[in-house]
Every structure is written in structure tokens, then in C-alpha cells.
């Protein structure tokens, strides 16, 4: 069996609306099910998803993090045995990160398993969320605590449908963008640090193609999680520990802003690690860049996290996360721009310094 998916660029349908990415899976021309990002509904812009809809073969899906939940997997589940779907059939998952997070686990999940399109329609999808198998829902307050690792069959992206996202969401994504070339591309990150502004996506093609490679390689190398694939957490321990703290307030943090978040302290402490200047200084210039972006264009998030962090509550979540085996948080540390290191104990003494060092002079 073939493990590997297939990633595609092209867009979702031909002129006439009729669903185009089937004729690069053979014998697969269109998807039986679909299950999409509710935004479609009601700004109908991918034709096939909509004439879909009107012969009822769509679950609507409202996307956010409080829908990533048990609750949520059920209602697509019953929706599934009810329509009779069955494990020969198809499923195309059509929205951003946390409704291919739903969609795909449950489709994976239902009968052992459906042949699963990967449908993502925003930036942080695009690079990073749709790719690579890995979905799951938030459990207990804790992020992404229940899923699996099962690899769709293909990963479809049309970055038109990108041109319609809130700015906040484009800022999520360059987020993670920003980590791919951080971790792994430091060519990629020399391109977006010479932007003042986060630029739109239309603008952006070549470099999104280049921050989903990241992703794709990483997967390809390690699609267990067992080494190198981890890289592609840095930021996300701390990150993960301020969605948290922010679901547990009732507010609201994109993902991506949250990483970013993590992503300065990360830095920081990867500079004290490192005993060689230039790379210290930058590492320092990456952070400071971050935290530009941020402040520029959610800087009533950024305050609002770091002014009500908890530094104490943040790391006895950061000790709950999936990734640590020991008592201490095991965190991604970069060694130079475009390489890391995964699996490198944190102290909680070295995280507060970091914290402020990043964050202080808010
Ligand atoms: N599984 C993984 O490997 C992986 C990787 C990274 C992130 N994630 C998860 O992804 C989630 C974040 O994803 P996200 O940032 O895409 O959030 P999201 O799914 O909440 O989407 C953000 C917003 O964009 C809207 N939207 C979707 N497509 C749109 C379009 N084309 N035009 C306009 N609006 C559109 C959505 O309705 C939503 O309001 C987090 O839960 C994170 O944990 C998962
Ligand atoms: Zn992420």
C-alpha cells in the first residue's frame, strides 16, 4: 500500500464547478461525502460544494477551537452511519486547520478508515495543518490531546480560495509559515523577513509552496513522530499552553499568534544556548521581527496574553504536554536559522528568564 500522499496545487474545480482534483486520482472522480468549513455556506465561492449541499452530501462545520471536541466527531460520525457511507467510499475535508482537524479524524476513525481529500483553505492550512496525517481534537482543557496519524490519500490546495481570510488568519498562518523557515528553510525565512507588512496570500504563492515542502519533508522523513518530524513543534509547547490558558478565560487566541508567541521565547532561549555571537544575534533579530508582525497586526491579543499570563499555570500545562515523557518539558531548540534540535529539556527557571527577555517590554 501506498503510504505517501499525493500534493497537489491546482484549483478545486474546473469553469464549469465541477470537482477537478478527482482526475489526478484514478479511479476517484469525485469525493461520495464532504464535510466543510460552514464559512462556505454561507459565502458560497467553491461551486462543487455547494451543488454538494443541495443533494445533502455535505456536513457543515462551524471551524474554531471549541468545535475541535468528542461531541463534535460524533455528530459527523452519526451524520455518516445515517447516510449509509461506507468504507469503499471517498470523503473530501474542505477548511482551515481545525476543521480538516475534526473532519479527518473522524473520516479516518469511521469503519477504520475512508479515502480522505485533504481540502485546505486557509494560509495555515495550506503549509502546515493539511498536511502530513496528523488529526486530532482537544480534550480536557488540553490541546490535541486524542487523534491519530493517518495519512490522507491526497492533499488538494487552490490558493485562490486564500484571497477571502480575515488579516488575523493570514497572520496566523505566516505564523507558521515563519517556523518552517525557521526549522528548516533558512533561505525561506532571508524571503519573509524582508517584508515590513504581512503580505497578502495572492502575493505569497512561491513561498507558501516552499513553507508546505517543510512540512512535506519532515512528514515523509519521520511520519511517526519518532525524531525529526518533532522539530516542527517548536514554539507549540509554550504556544499549546497559552490556547490553554486562553480557552479557560474565554478568549480567543488563533493558533498561529499563539505559536508565534511561543516562537519568541523559543528564540530567546535558543540564543542563551548557543555560545557563538552571530548566531545568537540572529536568533534575537528573528524574535524581534516576530514580535513586529505580532504587535502590527494583533496587538490586542498580544497584550492581552502576555499581560494575563500565569507564568506558574503555563508551565504545569506545559508539563502535561504529549510530547514529554519526564517531568521536565522536553522543547525544540533551534542550533542556527533553518536548523533544530528536538527533544531538549527545558527548565522552568530558563523558561521564565526567556519569557521576560521576550516579552517584558510590553
Ligand atoms: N493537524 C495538524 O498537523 C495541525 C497543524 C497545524 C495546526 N493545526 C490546528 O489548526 C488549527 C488552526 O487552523 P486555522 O488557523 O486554519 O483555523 P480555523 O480552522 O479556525 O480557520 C480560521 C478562520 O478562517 C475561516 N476560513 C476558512 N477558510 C477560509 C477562506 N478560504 N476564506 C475566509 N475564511 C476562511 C474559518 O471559518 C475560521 O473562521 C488549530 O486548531 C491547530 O491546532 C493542526
Ligand atoms: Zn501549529
Redesign the pocket.
Known amino acids: 500500500m501506498n503510504l505517501k500522499p499525493l500534493y497537489i496545487t491546482v484549483p478545486f474545480e474546473s469553469k464549469d464547478g465541477i470537482f477537478q482534483p478527482g482526475i489526478e486520482a484514478p479511479g476517484r472522480t469525485k469525493p461520495d461525502w464532504c464535510i466543510a468549513?460552514?464559512?462556505?455556506k454561507e459565502?458560497p465561492?467553491i461551486n462543487w460544494v455547494s451543488s454538494a449541499a443541495e443533494k445533502k452530501r455535505v456536513f457543515w462545520l462551524?471551524?474554531?477551537?471549541q468545535s475541535?471536541c468528542l461531541t463534535q466527531v460524533e455528530q459527523v460520525l452519526k451524520w455518516l452511519v445515517k447516510n449509509g457511507a461506507h468504507r469503499g467510499q471517498s470523503i473530501a475535508v474542505v477548511?482551515?486547520?481545525?476543521?480538516?482537524?475534526i473532519g479527518?479524524f473522524a473520516a479516518s476513525i469511521y469503519q477504520r478508515g475512508l479515502y480522505k481529500w485533504s481540502l485546505?483553505?486557509?494560509?495555515?492550512?495550506c503549509v502546515?495543518?493539511?498536511?502530513?496525517?496528523?488529526?486530532?481534537i482537544?480534550f480536557m482543557g488540553l490541546?490535541?490531546y486524542i487523534?491519530t496519524i493517518t495519512q490522507p490519500n491526497i492533499v488538494v490546495s487552490d490558493y485562490r480560495?486564500?484571497?477571502?481570510?480575515?488579516p488575523l488568519?493570514v497572520l496566523?498562518?505566516w505564523m507558521?509559515m515563519t517556523k518552517h523557515g525557521l526549522i528548516g528553510n533558512s533561505n525561506l525565512w532571508l524571503k519573509m523577513k524582508r517584508f515590513e507588512t504581512i503580505p497578502k496570500p495572492g502575493l505569497i504563492h512561491k513561498l507558501i509552496e516552499e513553507a508546505a515542502a517543510v512540512k512535506q519533508r519532515l512528514v515523509e522523513a519521520d511520519e511517526q513522530e519518532s525524531g525529526p518530524r518533532k522539530i516542527?513543534n517548536f514554539g507549540h509547547t509554550i504556544g499549546?499552553a497559552l490556547?490553554s490558558a486562553a480557552a479557560e478565560q474565554k478568549k480567543e487566541l488563533?493558533?498561529?499568534i499563539a505559536v508565534g508567541l511561543g516562537m519568541l521565547v523559543s528564540l530567546h532561549w535558543s540564543a542563551s544556548r548557543s555560545d557563538n555571537q552571530i548566531l545568537q544575534n540572529e536568533m534575537i533579530e528573528a524574535a524581534e521581527i516576530i514580535k513586529r508582525w505580532l504587535i502590527l497586526e494583533a496587538s490586542n491579543q498580544v497584550m492581552s496574553t502576555v499581560e494575563s499570563a500565569n507564568l506558574n499555570a503555563l508551565w504545569a500545562i506545559m508539563k502535561m504536554d504529549k510530547k514529554n515523557n519526564t517531568q521536565h518539558v522536553r522543547e525544540v531548540a533551534l542550533t542556527e536559522i533553518g536548523h533544530a534540535v528536538w527533544n531538549q529539556p527545558l527548565s522552568f527557571e530558563e523558561f521564565k528568564t526567556c519569557w521576560f527577555g521576550a516579552h517584558s517590554e510590553h
Open positions: 468549513d460552514k464559512f462556505f459565502n465561492t462551524q471551524a474554531g477551537e475541535k477548511g482551515g486547520g481545525t476543521v480538516l482537524d479527518l485546505p483553505t486557509t494560509l495555515l492550512a502546515d495543518a493539511g498536511i502530513g496525517g496528523k488529526n486530532g482537544n490541546k490535541n487523534g480560495v486564500l484571497e477571502t481570510l480575515k488568519d496566523s498562518g507558521e516542527l499549546h490556547e488563533p493558533h498561529g
